[in-house]
């Protein structure tokens, strides 16, 4: 079965400064990823997803991701932390059905400091 | 164009009681999906709809919860009697493709507290 786990359920880091979430995936079959988002009293909104293409996968403001399939990891990272980052990050994987169920993992919460 | 609409956005109701959710989905989104939020936990999927027919409700506890989607395209969530532990944010998203690539349009979500 689907699963991922995400590293730490906050994260804090300084305005300009690397974002790193972590996130692991547990798949029996090659997995579709995704990142979402959520700020304040908003639903989800998509970041980026793997689909078995290019490894290293760009996002929606200025956010990429590695598919590690070695270290089964799929990390977000954005080199300049803005204000406006401050979220939650969702990893999630597709179900292995054609069914689109995504399978979310616990978020982390990104706090940046000016 | 116009994302995914849900009401209401608060709801605050006594155990055993009764309360009921809306979503309208993109158009022309076949696909409609209800996940549950719990505070500190993601999203987990309660139902699917493709159209007007059920995919997935293994997760749906449904001794109290149900939800249709008569006219294949808004749906209506219910929970009756709800109990404290349904206390959560009730997601609609929708999707275009039969979900095959998993990326969702998700509306701002239904906040439900039990007391």
């Known amino acids: 079965a689907q699963s991922v786990t995400q590293l730490g359920s906050h994260v804090s880091v300084s305005e300009g400064a690397l974002v790193l979430l972590r996130c692991n995936y547990s798949s029996s079959v090659p997995p579709y990823l995704f990142w979402y988002v959520q700020y304040p009293n908003q639903g989800l909104q998509l970041l980026l997803k793997?689909?078995?293409?290019?490894?290293l996968v760009k996002g929606i403001n200025g956010f990429e991701a590695e598919f590690k399939k070695s270290e089964t990891s799929f990390h977000l990272t954005k080199p300049s932390a803005h204000m406006s980052d401050a979220a939650e990050y969702f990893c999630?994987?597709?179900?292995?059905?054609?069914?689109?169920?995504?399978?979310f993992g616990q978020g982390t919460t990104l706090q940046v400091k000016p | 164009e116009a994302g995914v609409a849900q009401s209401p956005r608060y709801k605050i109701i006594e155990k055993r009681q009764s309360v009921a959710f809306w979503c309208n989905p993109i158009?022309?989104?076949?696909?409609l999906y209800w996940y549950q939020q719990i505070l500190g936990q993601g999203p987990k999927l309660l139902i699917q709809?493709?159209?007007?027919?059920?995919?997935?409700d293994s997760q749906l506890p449904k001794d109290r919860f149900s939800a249709e989607r008569l006219k294949g395209v808004d749906s209506t969530l219910k929970i009756q009697p709800a109990k404290l532990e349904d206390s959560a944010v009730y997601l609609c998203?929708?999707?275009?493709?039969?979900?095959?690539?998993?990326?969702?349009?998700f509306g701002e979500g239904s906040r439900l507290t039990v007391l």
């Open positions: 999630a994987v597709k179900g292995s059905s054609n069914t689109g169920k995504l399978i």
């Open positions: 158009s022309g989104h076949a696909t």
């Open positions: 998203a929708s999707s275009w493709d039969r979900g095959n690539t998993g990326e969702l349009f």
């Open positions: 793997y689909t078995s293409a290019a490894t």
């Open positions: 709809f493709q159209n007007n027919g059920v995919v997935d």
